[in-house]
């Protein structure tokens, strides 16, 4: 029962610090860009969780670097707080409810095509550390 409550915390902690992240990153980016009304915010921070997860699971992997503790904190709770896939998914789903279909493809391919590409980035880059 102890392990079960640590790693909730851990996860809950790590999750708190991933969704304060993403609030103030979307922030910037929306402050610097603020006509955009593509959702380049929710891009920029999936992106972003898609190579920091690719170079933490790299690690981990590769080298062992990581406890799991370490494991569940930062890829379970901080990544799994700062990326916004269901934010994601719903403004993807507004813009096909308002029919905008090229917006919405644009946007889903985007997101797919340079996310698998950016973790494919960040583990590279583990392996080669």
């Known amino acids: 029962m102890k392990a079960v409550v640590i790693n909730a915390v851990l996860v809950g902690i790590g999750g708190f610090i991933g969704v304060i992240s993403r609030y103030a990153l979307n922030g910037v980016i929306h402050r610097r860009v603020p006509q955009m009304t593509f959702p380049v915010g929710t891009l920029a921070i999936n992106l972003l969780g898609c190579l920091f997860i690719g170079v933490v699971a790299g ?6 670097l990581f406890s799991p503790d370490f494991r569940r ?5 901080l990544l799994g707080g700062f990326t916004t896939y269901s934010a994601f998914a719903y403004e993807t ?3 096909i409810q308002e029919a905008e279909y090229l ?23 583990s392996l080669a550390r």
């Open 59 to 64: 690690f981990t992997e590769s080298k062992q």
């Open 73 to 77: 904190f930062a890829l379970i709770g």
């Open 93 to 95: 789903f507004t813009m």
């Open 103 to 125: 917006r919405a493809f644009s946007n889903a391919g985007v997101h797919v095509v340079l996310g698998l590409v950016l973790v494919w980035v960040g583990y590279s880059f």
